[in-house]
């Protein structure tokens, strides 16, 4: 590839749309794990033990499917990632007595936190390359 051909901001729109699939992909996943291993109702129940409505299992499992497929598609991507944040943070709040690792008994929080992150880094850096519906770029201190 030629200096020509190959740009920061053309690189940075396919690390951007790597990410961003990579991203949705875990998120669909995740939401399948749910539907699939626990069930909706076991979520439910899961939920109930930790404190939680069970009745959150349902949107809980719609969100993550949808912003995972919207995020695959780069659907206002920047929107769905940050849209998802909340969602890993109450995870990562009951998983962080089990400890660090997600392979720990109950599941620890370096998981949930880990897709907090990546998800905080999608809205920051943007939709990128071959998405569908373009969000508004974020740029810091303007309005």
Known sequence: MNRSTYTHDSAQAYGSLVLRVA????????????????????????????????????????AE?????????????????LALVPIMLVAAWVHLPNGWTHTSEGGGWEYPVFLVMASLAQWLIGDGAL????SRRFVPGHA
Do not use: N
């Open 23 to 62: 991203l949705g992909v875990m998120w669909i996943a995740h939401a399948l794990l749910k539907w699939f291993v626990f069930t909706l109702p076991g979520t439910a129940q899961f939920f109930e033990s930790v404190g939680l409505p069970g009745i959150l299992a349902y949107p809980v499992f719609v």
């Open 65 to 81: 499917l949808l912003g995972g497929v919207a995020l695959v598609l780069g659907v206002y991507a920047r929107q769905a990632a």
């Open 131 to 134: 998405a569908l519906r373009r």
